[in-house]
C-alpha cells in the first residue's frame, strides 16, 4: 500500500491496520493546544463529564492570547476561569498571558515536529502543518473528548497535491500566493481534504512563509496543510528542541484526489475584498481605494519576515496621517527581536501603534477595533462582515508589504512600488 | 432518531461563524443572552424568529471560520433541530454532530425551499418532504459512525458510558 502524508500520520496513530479515504479511525493525539476556548464552552462542558482528572497533564498546551491583558470584565472572568481549570487539572504548559498568539508561540518552543498529531481549540492550528505535521482545529466539545480519553474521531481525508515551482518575485510575498490559490479554487475548495504542499517552490519558501500558507488552508475549508521536510526545516527544528522526531514523506505511489500547480514567479500582489477570504482582485484592480486603518499582526503575518518588510517600506518615512498603522508582533519573543533590530524603532518613528503580542485586532477584540464604515487594510485571514469591529466596517486581507504600502499612501498600495 | 418537523429558516452560501455569533458577543458569560445575538449581523430579530422555525436550510460552506462551538449552542438554545445545507464546514459538521444536532447536507435546487416552508426529515430514510410545496427531496444517509453519535444525543454521553 502507498500513503500520503495523512494517511501515515493517521495509520501511526491508530490501531487500524488499512487506511483509505473516507474511513472512519480513532486515533491518539500527541497534543492538544488550547486558548480562551477553555473559560468559553469547554470548561462548561468538561463538567458534563464529572471526573477529576485529563488523561495527560503533559500534552496540553495552554495559553491566553485573544484577549490579553483582559480588556473588559467579561475577559477577565474568562481569563479567571482558564486559570482556575488550569491549576484544577494540573497542566504542565501553562503560557501564561506574556508569550503572545498561540499559533507562533507553540512552534517556538518546539512542541510542533514532524509526524505528530495535534488538535487545537482554534481553526488556524493547521498552521503547524509548516513543520511537516498533521495538526487541526476542534471544537469545545472535541477538546473535552481528548482532555478525558487522549482520543478523537477523525474521518480519513482525501488528499491534494499541490505543486510549487519557482521563487516569488519582490515585493511578492507567500500571503499573496495562498490568497491566489483560495480565490482560485474557492473557500470551499478544499472542505476535509488535505493539502500537501510539494516541489521546489515550497523548499524556497522559508519556515515563516509556510506558517502563513498553512494557517489559511483552513479558508479554503481543508483539514489540513502539510509542509514536506528538508534542510531548512532541520536548522529550524535544530535551535527549537531537543527531542527526537521522524521526517514523514509521502509515498511515490500515493494516490491524490488531485493535483494543482502554481508557478510562484507568476504570483502577483492580491487582497481579499470584503467580506470573504475568497474574494479575490489583484493589486492593479483595487489600487487607489482609500482606507482608515493598516494592520500587521496575526498568527497569519506577524513574524520576523513580515515586520522586516514592512520596516524596509517605512524606514524614514511618515504614514498618512489621516491613516491608522497598527502593528502586532505575534510573539514576544518577536517583539523583542524586533526592538533589537530597531524595527520597533522604525515603526513607531513613522507613525504607528505597536502593541504587546495579542490576537487583539485581527478578532475585533481590542487594540484597533473599527468603527461604522471604517475600512481596514489587514494582514490577518479572516474578512467576515463585523470580524475587526462595527458591522459596516470593511476588512481587506492583503500581505504586510501591501499592509505597509498602503499605510503610507491612505490608500490600496503596490509595495512593489516602494520596495 | 425520530423524524424532525418544522417550518424553515432560509440563509444563504458561506454562512461563517462570526456570522452565526460575532466577536464581540463570545466573551459574554451567560449562554442565553449570548444567543439573543444570533446571526444578528444578517438578521437582527434571528432569534424571536426562530421561536417559530426549527429548521434552518443554508446554502454551501455552511459554519465557516473559527471553531467555535457557540455557534452550534445558540441554535441549540433556540430550538433549533436541524441544519440543512449544500454543505458544511468540516469544524462546524463536527460541531454539530458531537452536540447531537443533526447536520443534514443536501444539495437543494433553488426553488426547493421558501422561508417559511413546513418541511419533515427522516434522519433513518435519508428524505426531506417539502410539505408545504410537496416535495421530496433524498440526502446522502449520515454513516453508521456519526448516526451513532447523534442517537446516543452527542459525544459527551457516549464518553461518559465509555468511561463508566
Ligand atoms: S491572531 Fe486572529 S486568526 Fe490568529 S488565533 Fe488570534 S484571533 Fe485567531
Redesign the interface.
Known amino acids: 500500500m502507498s500513503f500520503t502524508i495523512a494517511e501515515k500520520v493517521l495509520r501511526a496513530h491508530s490501531s487500524a491496520e488499512e487506511i483509505s479515504p473516507g474511513q472512519f479511525i480513532e486515533a491518539n493525539i500527541d497534543l492538544i493546544m488550547v486558548h480562551e476556548q477553555l473559560g468559553g464552552r469547554i470548561h462548561l462542558e468538561y463538567e458534563k463529564l464529572g471526573i477529576d482528572y485529563v488523561w495527560d497533564p503533559n500534552k496540553i498546551f495552554f495559553i491566553l492570547d485573544h484577549w490579553v491583558p483582559a480588556p473588559t470584565i467579561n475577559a477577565a472572568r474568562m481569563h479567571q476561569d482558564c486559570i482556575k481549570f488550569a491549576e484544577k487539572y494540573k497542566f504542565v504548559h501553562n503560557m501564561g498571558i506574556d508569550k503572545g498568539i498561540c499559533h507562533q508561540v507553540l512552534p517556538e518552543l518546539g512542541f510542533s515536529r514532524p509526524g505528530m498529531l495535534i488538535v487545537g481549540s482554534d481553526s488556524h492550528t493547521t498552521t503547524y502543518g509548516a513543520f511537516n505535521c498533521l495538526s487541526t482545529g476542534i471544537g469545545a466539545t472535541d477538546v473535552s473528548v481528548v482532555f478525558a480519553t487522549g482520543q478523537l474521531w477523525f474521518k480519513v481525508p482525501e488528499s491534494i497535491k499541490v505543486n510549487l515551482h519557482g521563487r516569488l518575485n519582490k515585493g511578492v510575498m507567500s500571503k499573496d500566493f495562498i490568497l491566489t490559490m483560495i480565490g482560485e479554487i474557492s473557500t470551499k475548495g478544499a472542505i476535509y481534504k488535505a493539502l500537501e504542499f510539494h516541489g521546489t517552490g515550497s523548499s524556497w519558501l522559508s519556515i515563516d512563509s509556510r506558517m502563513t500558507v498553512a494557517n489559511m488552508v483552513v479558508e479554503a475549508g481543508a483539514k489540513f496543510g502539510i509542509f514536506l521536510s528538508d534542510e531548512k526545516l532541520k536548522s529550524w527544528l535544530s535551535q527549537r528542541t531537543n527531542q527526537s522526531y521522524k521526517f514523514v514523506k509521502p509515498d511515490e505511489k500515493a494516490e491524490y484526489e488531485k493535483e494543482l500547480n502554481y508557478n510562484l514567479s507568476n504570483i502577483v500582489p492580491v487582497v481579499a475584498k470584503p467580506s470573504n477570504p475568497g474574494n479575490i482582485a489583484t493589486i492593479e484592480e483595487v489600487q487607489g481605494e482609500e482606507i482608515d486603518q493598516a494592520f500587521l499582526g496575526s498568527c497569519t503575518n506577524g513574524r520576523m519576515e513580515d515586520l522586516r518588510i514592512a520596516a524596509k517600506i517605512l524606514k524614514g518615512k511618515k504614514i498618512n496621517p489621516k491613516t491608522k498603522l497598527i502593528i502586532t508582533p505575534a510573539s514576544k519573543e518577536i517583539y523583542m527581536n524586533a526592538i533589537a533590530e530597531g524595527l520597533i524603532e522604525i515603526f513607531m518613528n513613522a507613525g504607528a501603534v505597536v502593541t504587546h503580542s495579542t490576537c487583539g485586532a485581527c478578532i475585533g477584540g481590542h487594540l484597533g477595533v473599527l468603527g461604522p464604515d471604517e475600512r481596514c487594510i489587514s494582514s490577518t485571514n479572516r474578512n467576515f462582515v463585523g470580524r475587526m469591529g462595527d458591522p459596516t466596517s470593511e476588512v481587506f486581507l492583503a500581505s504586510p508589504a501591501t499592509v505597509a504600502a498602503s499605510a503610507l499612501t491612505g490608500k490600496i498600495s503596490d509595495p512593489r512600488e516602494v520596495l | 432518531m425520530g423524524d424532525i418537523e418544522g417550518q424553515i429558516y432560509i440563509l444563504g452560501d458561506?454562512i461563517?461563524t462570526?456570522?452565526i455569533v460575532?466577536?464581540?458577543i463570545?466573551?459574554?458569560?451567560d449562554p442565553n443572552e449570548m444567543a439573543k445575538h444570533t446571526l444578528e449581523?444578517?438578521d437582527p430579530n434571528f432569534s424571536q424568529k426562530s421561536t417559530m422555525r426549527s429548521i434552518i436550510v443554508g446554502g454551501?460552506?455552511f459554519g465557516?471560520?473559527?471553531?467555535?462551538?457557540?455557534a452550534?449552542?445558540v441554535f441549540k438554545i433556540l430550538g433549533i433541530k436541524a441544519i440543512v445545507a449544500k454543505?458544511?464546514?468540516?469544524?462546524y459538521f463536527?460541531?454539530l454532530i458531537?452536540?447531537g444536532l443533526a447536520g443534514i447536507e443536501c444539495d437543494w435546487e433553488e426553488g426547493t425551499f421558501s422561508d417559511g416552508d413546513k418541511v419533515q426529515i427522516s434522519i433513518d430514510k435519508g428524505i426531506i418532504f417539502n410539505k408545504t410545496k410537496d416535495v421530496k427531496l433524498k440526502f446522502k444517509k449520515l454513516?453508521q459512525?456519526?448516526k451513532e453519535i447523534l442517537d446516543s444525543g452527542?459525544?459527551?454521553n457516549q464518553?461518559?458510558n465509555?468511561?463508566k
Open positions: 458561506d461563517n462570526d456570522d460575532p466577536s464581540y463570545l466573551t459574554e458569560r449581523v444578517i454551501s460552506n465557516t471560520g473559527s471553531s467555535r462551538e457557540e452550534v449552542n454543505s458544511f464546514s468540516r469544524i463536527r460541531n458531537n452536540n454513516p459512525f456519526l452527542g459525544i459527551l464518553v461518559k465509555k468511561l
